[in-house]
């Protein structure tokens, strides 16, 4: 099932509606502050609800710190900045 752009799969339960699995959708993306990418919701021994999921991959930004300040892409430099980023001297690690 396909709900709120989220894969979900329930086992053990019949009959469990969009509406309760988009509210278990919610539940779970305001704990975590994370958009979910599939959900599972299981039914356990004791007859409650175990709900297992995984979250979406975030895109990594790599933040420089340049004179001090954090800087994020320097795609919104101009020429003259991403030249002088450019001819600076690049240090390595070594192992």
């Known amino acids: 099932m396909l709900v709120k752009d989220v894969e979900v799969k329930v086992i053990g339960f019949d009959g469990v509606t969009e509406n309760e699995v988009s509210h278990y959708i919610d539940y779970i993306e305001n704990e975590t502050h994370e958009p979910i990418n599939t959900l599972f919701i299981e039914k356990t021994a004791d007859n409650k609800v175990a709900l297992k999921y995984s979250l ?21 430099w101009n020429n003259a900045k991403k030249e002088e980023e450019h001819e600076r001297v690049k240090h390595g690690v070594s192992r």
């Open 56 to 76: 979406k991959k975030r895109k990594f930004e790599r933040i420089r710190r340049i004179t001090g300040y954090l800087v994020g892409t320097i795609d919104r």
